[in-house]
């Protein structure tokens, strides 16, 4: 796990998204190397969440930044039309950012991936924030993606706690179920940030106030964060929001240390029965510490320091 | 939920198995009114599960008690031919006790419980400790037989926690899908008491030596439960043991009030992925106290006082 100090190159898959656009502002806030973007239809559509990240981007500063679109459809299947619901109906809370003057790579993401890992060969970082459609391309067109590639974290699944999708599944799994099992296949070594850790990493009322105190980029968020705290307060019974993204840019940097991320084997369930989309963490070993088991290399985390909100919100405070 | 002073009559389904031979005790020693005992294959074959209930129940002071053979076969597939490295070669430690005077029924236990639901209409409390395939099957053959029934408490399945048999599927309920899928979509109430809590219910070194040190019904348990600390010390890291069924059996009695139980929505994965077995239980509600939702009917035991291997101890040293 590269530590920030370290400033490993880090490409980005994302679906823009509010909880992705405080990961990009987070991101630019402590200075991560981000070397290249990629969307892919979750949260909204590739092609919105690639407009959405170039504007989050230039609001931070940062539109020398490449994004690349992405995959529209899972590796099978359709786009459902993304979680408007969450995220309002542009994505970003209905928030009308300036617009970009960039614009979206000629490259694909898949290929912007394949491209980085080997100028940055052994060093780049891939932390996946939406559904693993992209990775899984990526990994399907280049044979050796996996072994030149430092390290990934995602955003996704659950381990011991309910999904947010079904009563088992998270979204970002449930939305590509293939390209999960691929990605965690895949010969290369595997930080899974779930609900487990996501859901009790939060932002509350003091934080949102703040942000719409803040300067304008943590103003203009914080506008975002209303529409995803309409979504979340009836959920966790106050008001409050989940911070799943940003939380796993976190944990790949090594600004965020896990308290307990055993290795352990994880398994998709790819089925179309009711367990459909489940990340399924063999946590069996728990009661003796999980030793090491041969042939596993993922990491699922189960336990952080509290206290994330404050240290996202001080950092967006500090755009 | 019948407390132990109602004294409901009880009809138990067991596949018996040491923790099943510890069940028998307690119910006698605590003086349930046990009207009819089922086995069924799991821990070992319905016949051998018969004979030693049977064996248990006169080491107890109760061989009038009758016990019918149950199910030899899940309601699909072959019994697998039990779980003898756990319970061992004769499914209660290889201690060989006395045999019982008394034969099974001619009555089969699906027989027996839909009788027995009739002689004691809403007032029988089913409690279930082994694969449900003889609940199944009295459902099917007495389509009357859910609403004739007080209640039913099953030991089974895994919420929030790992499996026993595979990383999400409990034993009981893997042992026959199909039937644990009739029996949760049945119209009468379920209690699952599942592994969240039978694996921390647990007797300790000092409850084995306790049993050893007792008079001749608790000397030949302690007896049986060596073989059980030997399966289960590896896996808890200590000297111990998991007390699923007795647990089971004390919610069932109310002699245990557990300190979370929500009526939640429950399924059973019965796909051949990964997941199968897995009880699939909705607890997204968790962040606001699990408000009752419409068409839900059955109880998942989520946490129980601690100190149950104290009662335990106590109440099978009494006998």
Known sequence: MPGLRDRAPVYLDCDTGIDDALTLAYLVAVGADVVGVGSV??????????????????LAGRDDLPVAVGAHDPLLGRFHGGALGVHGTNGIGDVVL???P????????AAMLSRLAREHAGRLHV??????????????ADPDLASLVGGVTIMGGAALVPGNVTAVAEANIFNDVVAAARVLDAPWPVTVVG?????EARFEERHLEALLAGPPVARALGAMLRTYFRFYSPVLGRP??????PLAAAVALGALTPTL?????IEVDTTDGPGRGQTIVDLRSRYIGYPPLPGTRH??????PAGFGDTLAEALLGL
């Open 299 to 304: 990491r699922v985390v189960l336990d952080v």
């Open 195 to 199: 609900l487990d850790v996501t859901m």
């Open 102 to 109: 960039a614009d979206p790579t000629a490259e694909s993401a």
């Open 240 to 245: 409050a929001c989940a911070l799943h993204d």
């Open 261 to 265: 991320a055993p290795v352990v084997p």
């Open 41 to 58: 239809s979750g949260n909204v559509s590739a092609e919105l969440g690639a407009r959405n990240t170039l504007d989050v981007l230039a």
């Open 127 to 140: 932390l996946a924030v939406g559904p693993l459609t992209n990775l899984a391309l990526a990994l399907d």
């Open 98 to 100: 300036p617009r970009s």
